[in-house]
């Protein structure tokens, strides 16, 4: 029985890949553009087709197509890449034409789209189109809507694209495997009026979680829940690119999580409403404001606001271990323990001993520890004030009077006008009200960044 279905899968397979061959001729496959840096890419203005304003994708790009006889043509390719996180990281990871994640692809509602899917894994993989309204069998389901594309092989999918919205790509094949290693992209299908809803500066990215070993390169594929690098485009902070606007300008940012958790995105110094889900756009009165927006797994949320508060404005994940780098899940608490007797013997045996957390784990965040190559500090980043403390999830808004209209280039720090930052009092100390609780003589211990992270241990 067994082998009789998958006699017949196997056939059925070959029919399906001739059949698809055929309708495409003998026509010669589309280029396949390919990108080897994290750099933002300007947006990708359409030169053919109908127009539309084109996405910003934060560390990435949008795949150039060409038009075939009323056909949209994108070819993706599907292959091992290598991904810098952040400066002093990179990751071996798969994705596509280049990068993880793979280039965004935008379209238009009643675009006619023909994607070509060649495949460069060790292993077959497929694409499914996340959230699209299509044909059952260009639905990329390994085994369920089509047979799997085995490595080496090219397939076509085909189909019109019915609704404009937020969509992701991702493959169908040994999920979790290819999930992990980064195999993912944001698929955004423009409205047909660029009117409709439109906005000054649209960003996309997709989230992503990672499990690497502080030292090394690769994800470990088998990991379920315990991930340590959280990522937007496979990249952490301080790697993630800024989200530059002109004070004033309508917002969008389009978000879709492809983790394994949810993620509670929370913008600082403005409201925003969430202006397009899964489903497609939320009508406007049925909008309502907010500061945070949870993005579930397999979600996508559009974010939208009109950038009238000029700052550097924080912009994260609200978990406050997804704007962290890798670390050692089981750090114990220690803040408030006395550790001065335990470090003193320590050190007799070990003279470089260090103590971490014993005052918090701010300090970490200015400490320059050795790490092992190839790993980033669990908190680092600075400010104009100093160290920022962040990794993962993090970003900064730079809302700027008077940037010319795409111009997405880093203004560098907010200059605070006179007397808006927060300052030091100066003044007579309050009266202690009551006894300290902890002696706070005796020798300062130095910290040790156990983070530097050794992961679970
Ligand atoms: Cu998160």
Redesign the pocket.
């Known amino acids: 029985m067994n082998s009789r279905r998958k006699f017949l899968a196997g056939s059925a397979a070959g029919l399906v890949g001739a059949a698809m061959v055929s309708r495409v001729g003998a026509a010669s496959l589309p280029e396949a553009p390919m990108r080897e840096n994290a750099a933002m890419a300007p947006p990708l203005f359409p030169k053919t087709g109908p127009q539309y304003n084109p996405v910003v994708t934060l560390n990435g790009w949008s795949l150039p197509w060409r038009m075939n006889n009323g056909w949209k043509e994108f070819h993706l390719i599907a292959e091992p890449v290598r991904r810098q996180l952040a400066p002093g990281m990179t990751a071996n990871l798969w994705g596509y034409n280049g990068q993880s994640p793979g280039p965004t692809i935008e379209c238009v509602e009643g675009d006619k789209l023909r994607i070509f899917v060649t495949n460069k894994l060790p292993e077959h993989t497929t694409i499914h189109w996340h959230g699209v309204l299509l044909p059952n069998g260009m639905d990329g389901v390994g085994g369920l809507t089509q047979p799997h594309i085995p490595a080496g092989k090219t397939f076509v999918y085909e189909f019109q694209m019915k609704h404009s919205g937020t969509f992701m790509y991702h493959p169908h094949a040994d999920e979790m495997v290819q999930m992990a290693m980064g195999m993912m992209g944001s698929l955004i299908v423009h409205p047909r009026d660029p009117n409709f809803n439109r906005v000054d500066r649209d960003f996309a990215f997709v989230?992503a979680a990672y499990d690497i070993e502080p030292g090394a390169h690769t994800p470990k594929v088998a990991e379920m829940t315990d991930f340590n690098l959280?990522t937007w485009n496979s990249r952490v902070f301080p790697g993630i690119d800024p989200l530059v606007v002109r004070r004033n300008d309508r917002v969008r940012v389009r978000i879709g999580n492809l983790?394994m958790?949810?993620?509670?995105i929370h913008l600082h110094g403005h409201n925003f409403n969430v202006s397009l889900t899964d489903g497609g756009w939320v009508p406007k009165g049925a909008r309502w404001p907010e500061v945070s927006a949870d993005v579930a797994v397999g979600q996508m949320r559009a974010i939208e606001f009109v950038a009238d508060n000029p700052g550097d404005w924080a912009f994260h994940?609200?978990?406050s271990h997804?704007t962290m780098n890798a670390m050692g899940h089981d750090v114990p608490t220690i803040i408030g323990v006395d550790h001065r007797g335990v470090a003193e013997r320590i050190n007799k045996l070990i003279p470089d001993y260090m103590l971490m957390g014993e005052r918090g784990m701010a300090d970490m965040g200015e400490m320059e520890m050795p790490l092992p190559d190839n790993t980033l500090p669990m908190m680092s980043g600075s400010g104009p004030f100093g160290a920022m403390e962040m990794g993962?999830?993090f970003s900064v808004v730079k809302v700027r009077q008077g940037l010319a209209r795409n111009d997405y280039t880093d203004p560098g720090w907010y200059q605070h006008p006179a007397g808006t930052v927060a300052y030091e009092w100066k003044g007579d100390p309050p009266p202690a009200s009551r006894k300290p609780q902890a002696a706070q003589e005796g020798p300062v211990l130095k910290a040790r960044k156990l983070g530097a992270g050794s992961h679970g241990h």
Request: hydrophobic letters at 25%.
């Open positions: 989230m959280w983790t958790t949810n993620h509670p994940c609200h978990k997804h993962g999830m």
